[in-house]
């Protein structure tokens, strides 16, 4: 079966845990713990390279973070399937409050919110 | 603009970032550190309640647990964008990969993988 | 040489860097990344436990968690070194502060800080 | 009371827990997961810094990042003290092995194990 959608992906990921019985681990709390076990090893090959080192990715290391970060998407999208939430609806509604949060002008080459200082 | 996609929402990541000029700071090295900030802060909540509990999250804590689920994703996907990656064709390469280091016979109701004895 | 203090573990782990030239890669940016990289690693063996069981890991588990707590604490005493942080002063410090946030009366068989309502 | 020694600081976290009753919350799983949520608060401050600029923090980032440390610790302690593990005994032994996988004349001015070729 091809993953097209991310509606796809779930139910991929629901049959997969379905097959395995999985249930009995994938509480909410354990897959929070997952998922961010799987961040750490997204942040691993970065830690000692520069900025500047971290766009420019050998081949074998790139391959290994794209299989991490599909760790963390398959981890996010069981919870949000354990916890009934819809992801896209949720990155839309975040992406409005953080547009409040961070204003244009404001934050134009900045990280500062609405009430901070500079850095 | 709705977002009905995976593909709108990194369109609409991009666009956030570029009007903020945010690629000065969104190097693929402090994209992952932002995203397991996030994780740790969708862990948080969970983090003294029961397996059971977590199930039943209060309206208030189950709102900000969706927050911190789409700013994982938000980042995700940022850092998808940045790296020139398909997060849901990686997502699927790692479904079949799982799928032969736990086989449905093995793995069944037990987290083993091929090679492991049980916990 | 055998440690018995943690001045002497600081002192240590400072020789041990210092022999390897590692100030080229130990700026507390990339000190804390190693460190939360650690904390998961140590967060990792308990992931599909129930608490009941992670309180009898088994022995060659137990020293795999006993490792990774050794990796947390010396990357937390080269961070104290190089920003130059008394760590025993600062958990001194901040227990007085808990104590304040959670008040014995309020706080007993409850995580709730002075402010907070039950979970 | 004042704390000098790490011996000192353990005894105190243990009695901080048992005048609240944590054990009840204080289960080694869930230790880890406030420990890696307080390495996450500890990154934070960093994410989007350079690491030149890490190494200079303003004094109220520099205290914040002292309070996080000393959570870390806090943690570590508490849980040191709930699997019985000598933390200093950890370190000293964790650093031995760490002298075997990363050779003085192999990892100079690398991040290099003894496995492995240049980044």
């Not at 909410?28 to 750490?40: F, H």
Request: proline share 4%; aromatic share 8%.
């Amino acid at each position: 079966m091809s993953i097209n959608t991310i509606e796809q992906l779930a139910e991929a990921v629901r049959q997969f845990g379905r097959e395995r019985d999985w249930h009995l681990y994938h509480s909410p709390k354990n897959l929070t713990a997952a998922l961010i076990v799987e961040a750490a090893e997204l942040l691993e090959p970065f830690q000692w390279l520069t900025e500047e080192q971290s766009h420019a990715l050998a081949p074998d290391k790139r391959e290994a973070v794209r299989q991490e970060m599909a760790d963390v998407l398959i981890y996010l999208v069981s919870l949000a399937n354990t916890l009934d939430i819809d992801l896209l609806k949720a990155a839309e509604d975040k992406l409005a409050i953080n547009a409040r949060k961070y204003p244009v002008e404001f934050a134009k080459g900045s990280c500062r919110k609405y009430n901070e200082t500079e850095p």
